[in-house]
T-cell receptor
Framework: DAGVTQSPTHLIKTRGQQVTLRCSPKSGHDTVSWYQQALGQGPQFIFQYYEEEERQRGNFPDRFSGHQFPNYSSELNVNALLLGDSALYLC??????????FGPGTRLTVL | KNQVEQSPQSLIILEGKNCTLQCNYTVSPFSNLRWYKQDTGRGPVSLTIMTFSENTKSNGRYTATLDADTKQSSLHITASQLSDSASYICVVTVTSGNTPLVFGKGTRLSVIA
């Protein structure tokens, strides 16, 4: 079992661009959550997907959107990138939302 | 407001020594408390999970305690190793509201030879 995987590992974008990050959950997990972690800070909850629907959402603007596919993999999309969007983006999967297993993250740099 | 506060912010100890990290939370309603270890630039890895009724949980050289009355938790690391150098994050699960997990900012531990 490969665990939670994320792609790409690193990404550099410029302000105003759009980005899509991808996450494959751990085998048997149906719930995927996304977090943003700024340097030196704890992760901040963006949203959680279950059965292809957004189940919960944190305090992030509509520029942040997501999707979950029938195979439980998920995408995080961020539009109109700002410098402040530079962060480590973490995906976590769980069997129903309890114990969460984190992926290695995608480091996004916005120039 | 649901918050998790951790102390100290950073800590340097000699290899082989013990240390204790602190976590105070103002989260309600509380479901469980977790400690994660996060290496630089990597995703967090779970060390322990404790529910309301548990007051101690061990995982090898890591021992977590929980006092639900005072809303405090600690993570004790015994006989530290160089590989223990990482950030240790306290996370509390909320049973209602928009944010299922509330993260502390972490304690940055450096173990030196």
């Amino acid at each position: 079992d490969a665990g939670v995987t994320q792609s790409p590992t690193h990404l550099i974008k410029t302000r105003g661009q759009q980005v899509t990050l991808r996450c494959s959950p751990k085998s048997g997990h149906d719930t995927v959550s996304w977090y943003q972690q700024a340097l030196g800070q704890g992760p901040q909850f963006i949203f959680q997907y279950y059965e292809e629907e957004e189940r919960q959402r944190g305090n992030f603007p509509d520029r942040f959107s997501g999707h979950q596919f029938p195979n439980y993999s998920s995408e995080l999309n961020v539009n109109a990138l700002l410098l402040g969007d530079s962060a480590l983006y973490l995906c976590a999967s769980s069997p129903g939302g309890y114990e969460q297993f984190f992926g290695p993250g995608t480091r996004l740099t916005v120039l | 407001k649901n918050q998790v506060e951790q102390s100290p912010q950073s800590l340097i100890i000699l290899e082989g020594k013990n240390c204790t990290l602190q976590c105070n939370y103002t989260v309600s309603p509380f479901s469980n408390l977790r400690w994660y270890k996060q290496d630089t630039g990597r995703g967090p890895v779970s060390l322990t999970i404790m529910t309301f009724s548990e007051n101690t949980k061990s995982n090898g050289r890591y021992t977590a305690t929980l006092d639900a009355d005072t809303k405090q938790s600690s993570l004790h690391i015994t006989a530290s190793q160089l590989s223990d150098s990482a950030s240790y994050i306290c996370v509390v699960t909320v049973t209602s509201g928009n944010t299922p997990l509330v993260f502390g900012k972490g304690t940055r531990l450096s173990v030196i030879a």
